[in-house]
C-alpha cells in the first residue's frame, strides 16, 4: 500500500474533535446528530450513508429521514422500498452511497410487502442504480438468482460521477452478455466475481477468443474469480494468453481443469525473474543443470542442503528478511518481478468482504478518497498471479501441482487446492483399488516445494491433510451397497496404505510438513480429513499443535536472546493459523447397531470382484491411510480364510526389513535399461565379477535439445543396501519394465530415503513402492471397526483442552512473579487460532 503525505491545509489545519469521537459513536444515533448542525452533519452523514444496506440491516433504521422498521434482517422487500424511497432524496446525499450489498436480503415470500415487489422488482432496481447512485464503487449481488447482472449497465445517456469497482454476481442464473464485458460503466473493475453463473462456459470461451474480454475494456482489473463455470484446459490458456501477468488473483475452482492447464500458466502468468536464492544457509539452494527436464517433472533441479537446511534448524530461520536495496529502484529487473517478502507482513486479502472494506470502508466509516484508491496495492499489478485457488478440479493431480510451483519464480501467496489425484503407476496396482471404481487423493513426497527454497513467499496454504498426515484417501465412484462402506475404506487405508507411504518416505523432516518447515507461513489450512482413525491420525494432527506450540517458543526464545534496549530484529509471526476441515460423519450409516460379521469379504474375494471390472466400495466417502499396523486396537476373532492381525503385523514388519530374493537381467536395447544383474539375497561376497554399474543412461529431449543423464537403479552390493525403501525400488525396476519411466532427480524425500544426493531416478517406481501387495489385505469386522476407530474430533478437542488447563495453571503461577510466560514446553498449548470445521 502507498501512503500519502497529507496536503499542507491538512497537516496544518486544527482537528476537529468529532473526528476522533465519531468511531466511538454507536450508528444508530448517526441519523438524529446529522440534524444537529451542518458541522455534525460533514461527520456523520458519510459515515451514515457509506453502506446504507448493511447499515440499516445492523441497527433497524431506514434512510431519507424516515423511521422505516425491518421485519428481518435478510428483507428483500425493504430493499424496494428503499429504492422508492430514494427518489426523493437530494443528490448530495445519493452521491454519499458508494456500496450496495445485497447479499443479506432475499425475497420475502409472506406477501407482506407485495404492494412494493410488484410495482419495483428486482430487475428495474438494479437498473436504476447507476442513476440513483452515482458514486457507487461496489455491487454486491451474491445468491440472487432472479437478478440480472446486465441490469447494472446503465443506458448511454445516464450521468455518473464514478465508475465501479467491484462487483460480485454468484449465483446469478442470468447468462451475462457481451455488453456487460464492453460496458464503460465497468472499465474500471478491479474485482469481479461471475462464479455459478449459467450459460458462461462457451460464451466465456467465444469472448476470450474474439478479443472481447481482456484488458482492452477491463484494464484494471486484478481480481478475478470464475468458480463452477465448467472452466475447461483450453477456455484457461486463453484467459491466461489474454490477460498475461495482470491478474495477481485468480480462482477457478470447481470447474474442468486438468493438469494440461499448468504450461499455459507458467509461459504467460508467471514473471521470468525469480525471488530464489540468497538464503542458502537456512533454506538451502536450487541448482539446476541448463537443459534437462521432462514433462512429468518440468526443469530438473536439486535441492543442495547446508548443515541446517535439511532439518529446518537454522538458529535464524524465525528472523525477517533485511530491506533489499537497489542502485536503481526502476531498473528491468524490478519490472518483471516482485520482491520477495520479508515473512512479517500479512497475508494480502482479496476476499470480497476484504475488498469491499479497502474500496469503500467499513460500515459505518468514512469510505477512502477516491483518487488514493487506485495506489493501494491491491489495485497494483503483481507481476503475475500471486494468490491462485484450484479447489475441487478432479483432473488436477498432485505432481501437477508440484511441477507448477517448481516451474513459478516462488512468488505464490496464497495456495489453494483442497483435493488433489495421487497420481500413480498402474503397474503393481492392487487389484482391491480398481482404477475404474477408485481414485487415490492426496499429496505425498512433495513437501520439500512448500519450503522457502521454492515457496519463498508462500503465507496461505489449503491443501488436502496428507501433506501433514502422509495419509492418501480412498475415494469411491460406485455407489453400489455390496462393497466396502466408507469406514472400511478408512481401516484399510490406516492399515495397509500409510505403512507403504511411510516406507517411501520415511523421514518426517522430509515427508510430513511441520510448521518449521516453511516459517514463512502464516495460515495452513488441511481439508478432507476423517472423522474416525485407529490412532495415528491423531497422533499426526497432535503433533502438527504441539509442533505449532515448540514453534512460538522458539521465536520467543530468539526475541529473548537477541533483544537489547528495547530493541530487536524483526521476526517472522510464524504459523498463526491451523484449520481442520473434516469429512461427513459416516459411522452411524455404516455401522449400525449390529455386530454380525457376515458380510465380511476376504482378500481374495476383493481382488476377484475388481478383477471382474467392479468395485467393492460401499458409497462414496474419504479413506485417510493413517495408521502403522503396530497401532491399531485389540485383534478381533480371525475371519475365516483370512490371516490372523497378529500375523499379519508379522509379516508386514518383515516385508520392511527384507524383501525375497530376486535375480533378473536389466536389458540394454533402451535407454531405460543396462547390462547388469540385481539379486537382493547376494552378500557382498556373492556378487558376480565383474561388479556391475549402478546407474543406466537415460536419454530425452527438454525445450527442443536432447541430453543424457545416468539414471541410478540401486546399489551394485547388496550389502551396502541398508534402505527397505531401496530394496524395494530396485525389486521392482527388476520386477516390472513398465516402471522404467519418469525420470527425476531425487529430492529431499528420497534422500531421506536412502537415494544418494544428486542422482537421478526412476519416479515412476518410486511411487510404486506405494502400493501395498495383494496377499497382505484382510477386511475388518464391524465389530472391530466399533471399537478400535476413535472419533478425531473428540480426540482432537480433549488434547485442547488439556494443553489450555496446563497453559492457564503456569500463568497464574506466572502472576504474582510477573514473569513472561514460556510458550511451548510443558504445556505445549498451541496460542494461535485453531478452527475445526465439521462437513
Known amino acids: 500500500m502507498h501512503l500519502h503525505p497529507p496536503s499542507y491545509q491538512d497537516a496544518t489545519r486544527r482537528p476537529d474533535w468529532l473526528e476522533f469521537v465519531a468511531p466511538y459513536v454507536p450508528i444508530k444515533d448517526y441519523a438524529r446528530l446529522c440534524l444537529v448542525s451542518r458541522r455534525f452533519y460533514g461527520h ?161 470461451k467465444q469472448l476470450l477468443g474474439r478479443g472481447a474480454f481482456g ?15 465448467e472452466v475447461d ?43 530464489r536464492g540468497g538464503h542458502a544457509d537456512a533454506e538451502g539452494v536450487l541448482v539446476c543443470p541448463a537443459g534437462h527436464g521432462s514433462a512429468s517433472f518440468g526443469t530438473f533441479c536439486f535441492v543442495n542442503e547446508s548443515e541446517w537446511s535439511v532439518t529446518f534448524n537454522h538458529p535464524e530461520r524465525h528472523l525477517a528478511d533485511a530491506p533489499v536495496y537497489s542502485q536503481d529502484a526502476y531498473g ?38 477516491r483518487e488514493h484508491i487506485h495506489d493501494l496495492g491491491i489495485c497494483q499489478g503483481q507481476h503475475g498471479i500471486t494468490h491462485l485457488y484450484l479447489n475441487d478440479n ?70 488436502h491433510h496428507s501433506l501433514v498426515t502422509q495419509l492418501a484417501s480412498v475415494y469411491s465412484q460406485n455407489d453400489s451397497s455390496a462393497y466396502l462402506s466408507t469406514m472400511e475404506n478408512l481401516w484399510l487405508a490406516e492399515a495397509f496404505l500409510l505403512p507403504r507411504a511411510k516406507l517411501a518416505y520415511p523421514h518426517k523432516e522430509a515427508a510430513a510438513f511441520t510448521p518449521d518447515t516453511n516459517p514463512r507461513l502464516q495460515s495452513l489450512t488441511l481439508t478432507h480429513i476423517p472423522r474416525y482413525s485407529t490412532g495415528p491420525l491423531i497422533d499426526s494432527l497432535v503433533s502438527l499443535l504441539k509442533l505449532a506450540s515448540m514453534q512460538e517458543r522458539a521465536i520467543q526464545d530468539t526475541r529473548k536472546m537477541l533483544i537489547t534496549n528495547h530493541r530487536g530484529p524483526a521476526m517472522v509471526p510464524g504459523l498463526r493459523h491451523i484449520r481442520l476441515e473434516f469429512d461427513h460423519d459416516p459411522r452411524e450409516h455404516d455401522l449400525g447397531d449390529s455386530d454380525d460379521d457376515e458380510d465380511d469379504l476376504d482378500a481374495e474375494q476383493l481382488v476377484s470382484l475388481a478383477a471382474k471390472g467392479f468395485s467393492f466400495f460401499g458409497e462414496a466417502g474419504w479413506a485417510s491411510s493413517a495408521s502403522s499396523p503396530s497401532a491399531l486396537s485389540k485383534p478381533s476373532p480371525p475371519v475365516t480364510g483370512l ?13 520392511h526389513d527384507q524383501s525375497p530374493p530376486v535375480s533378473v537381467r536389466l536389458n540394454s536395447n533402451s535407454t531405460s535399461s543396462s547390462n547388469a544383474y540385481v539379486n537382493l539375497s547376494d552378500t557382498a561376497s556373492n556378487i558376480a565379477e565383474p561388479p556391475v554399474t549402478d546407474t543406466v543412461m537415460y536419454q530425452g529431449t527438454w525445450s527442443g535439445a536432447e541430453f543424457t543423464v545416468p539414471v541410478w537403479i540401486g546399489s551394485s552390493s547388496a550389502a551396502s543396501i541398508s534402505s527397505a525403501a531401496v530394496r524395494e525400488y530396485m525389486r521392482l525396476l527388476a520386477k516390472d519394465k513398465r516402471l522404467h519411466t519418469d525420470v527425476q532427480p531425487a529430492m529431499p524425500c528420497h534422500i531421506a530415503a536412502g537415494v544418494p544426493e544428486g542422482k537421478y531416478i526412476y519416479g515412476a517406481a518410486w511411487r510404486a513402492i506405494l502400493w501395498p501387495p495383494d496377499h497382505k489385505i484382510r477386511t475388518p469386522s464391524k465389530r472391530e471397526l466399533r471399537t478400535s476407530m476413535k472419533d478425531v474430533i473428540e480426540a482432537m478437542k480433549a488434547y485442547r483442552v488439556q494443553t489450555r488447563e496446563r497453559y492457564e495453571k503456569i500463568k497464574r503461577d506466572a502472576e504474582g512473579c510477573r514473569e513472561e510466560v514460556m510458550l511451548g514446553e510443558p504445556h505445549f498449548y498451541y496460542t494461535g487460532r485453531l478452527e475445526v470445521v465439521r462437513s
Open 215 to 229: 484488458p482492452a475494456y477491463f484494464p484494471d482489473l486484478r481480481i478475478l474469480k470464475m468458480k463452477g463455470l
Open 44 to 204: 456523520f452523514a458519510p459515515r451514515l450513508w457509506n453502506d446504507p444496506l448493511t447499515t440499516a440491516a445492523a441497527v433497524t433504521a431506514a434512510a431519507a429521514g424516515h423511521r422505516v422498521h425491518i421485519r428481518d434482517n435478510n428483507d428483500l422487500e425493504w430493499f424496494y422500498h428503499f429504492m422508492h424511497q430514494m427518489r426523493y432524496v437530494r443528490e448530495n446525499t445519493r452521491l454519499l452511497v458508494t456500496s450496495i450489498d445485497l447479499r443479506r436480503f432475499t425475497p420475502d415470500t409472506s406477501g407482506e410487502f407485495s404492494l412494493y415487489s410488484s410495482k419495483t422488482p428486482l430487475s428495474e432496481s438494479l437498473q436504476s442504480l447507476p442513476s440513483t447512485f452515482p458514486s457507487l464503487r461496489c455491487i454486491l449481488l451474491d445468491g440472487h438468482s432472479d437478478a440480472d447482472a446486465s441490469d447494472l449497465i446503465p443506458s448511454p445517456d445516464t450521468r455518473t460521477g464514478c465508475d465501479v469497482l467491484l462487483v460480485s454476481t454468484p449465483h446469478c442464473q442470468s447468462k451475462l452478455p457481451e455488453v456487460f464485458y464492453a460496458s464503460q460503466y465497468l472499465s474500471t473493475l478491479i474485482y469481479l466475481d461471475v462464479s455459478y453463473m449459467t450459460g458462461s462456459p462457451t460464451s466465456l
Open 643 to 655: 490371516p490372523r492381525k497378529s500375523e499379519h503385523r508379522q509379516d508386514e514388519a518383515r516385508n
Open 233 to 275: 484446459d483450453v477456455t484457461a490458456a486463453l484467459l491466461f494468453a489474454t490477460f498475461k501477468d495482470r491478474l495477481w488473483s485468480l480462482d477457478l475452482s470447481q470447474n474442468r481443469l486438468t493438469d494440461r492447464m499448468f504450461d499455459a500458466m507458467h509461459n504467460d502468468a508467471f514473471p521470468a525473474g525469480t525471488l
Open 332 to 369: 528491468a529487473s524490478q519490472q518483471h518481478t516482485r520482491a520477495r517478502l520479508d515473512g512479517r507482513t500479512r497475508p494480502q486479502d482479496d476476499s470480497e468482504d476484504a475488498v469491499k472494506i479497502l474500496f469503500s470502508g467499513k460500515t459505518g466509516s468514512n469510505p477512502p478518497n
Open 394 to 463: 478432479s483432473g488436477i493431480t498432485a505432481s501437477a501441482i508440484s511441477r507448477m510451483i517448481m516451474s513459478s519464480p516462488g512468488q505464490l501467496e496464497h495456495v489453494e487446492c483442497s483435493n488433489m489425484s495421487l497420481d500413480m503407476p498402474e503397474s503393481g496396482r492392487p487389484g482391491w483399488l480398481s482404477p475404474i471404481s477408485t481414485r487415490l487423493l492426496g499429496i505425498l513426497g512433495t513437501t520439500h516445494i512448500f519450503r522457502p527454497v521454492f515457496s519463498s513467499n508462500l503465507q496461505v496454504l489449503r491443501i
